[in-house]
């Protein structure tokens, strides 16, 4: 069986019962960082060996992970933190499992973007999530071009060396829209802002752009 499990975005206490209860039984946990994981696996005394599976090694280790699930192996998936797939390369070995007929099951938990959507405020109704902007600023600004008209809230998943070109761009080509900056969500330092990209330029440009962060764009809003 191949189990996807939902891992802790910050706060190691935020699993659920069944997640520890598979991590503690599967044959191997398959994780995206080991040095990250253990640190999990660790504080909840959980005693299974892990390999690492991350995108430069996916398809070598998918190969072998599947090797093991055809053994009869109960092998668990897991990411760097939050819901395997969601912006890792965790989709590859499912479709290979699937593709094999292994059996499979999730155990869900938490997510960022859906942790940082209801701390927003923003309508939740309707929303679409595009993971991580390109790196290079044409193709960026490019891809943002593309919200010119939506009014759904569009949420992104953004490094703290490149929040504030983000910003920068999305204040030129969107004519500086509300966002909603989530930053270490769960964690010790959690932050939410909520303004115009200018003004979370303001405070982020102050040496505050640091952590992990979720930007959420939402055109349909008032400004404050």
């Known amino acids: 069986m191949l189990y996807i499990v939902s891992t802790p975005i910050g706060n190691l206490k935020d699993i659920t019962l069944r997640a520890i209860e598979v991590l503690k039984s599967v044959d191997i946990i398959a994780a995206e960082d080991t040095r990250h ?3 999990l696996t660790q504080h909840h005394q959980i005693k299974t060996p892990l390999t690492s599976y991350f995108e430069h090694n996916q398809i070598k280790k998918g190969d072998e992970l599947l090797a093991l699930l055809k053994e009869g192996k109960n092998v668990a998936l897991v990411t760097d933190a939050g819901t395997p797939g969601i912006s890792d390369p965790g989709y590859h070995l499912v479709n290979l499992a699937r593709e094999n007929s292994i059996p499979m099951t999730v155990v869900p938990g938490p997510c ?6 209801s701390l927003s405020g923003l309508p939740a109704h309707s929303f679409i999530f595009e993971g991580f902007l390109p790196v290079k600023s044409q193709a960026r600004r490019k891809k943002l071009a593309g919200f010119a008209e939506e009014k759904r809230t569009v949420i ?3 490094s ?4 504030l070109k983000t910003l920068e761009d999305m204040k030129d080509v969107l004519g500086d829209p509300f966002v909603v900056c989530g930053r270490e969500i769960t964690k010790k ?6 303004g115009s990209c200018s003004e979370l330029l303001g405070h982020f440009g102050k040496g505050a752009a640091r952590g992990e962060f979720v930007l959420l764009l939402s055109q349909g809003v008032k400004r404050e």
């Open 160 to 163: 703290p060396h490149r929040l």
């Open 37 to 39: 994981t253990r640190i």
């Open 112 to 117: 960022a973007l859906i942790a940082a959507l």
């Open 156 to 158: 992104f998943y953004e």
């Open 189 to 194: 330092f959690e932050e939410v802002r909520r």
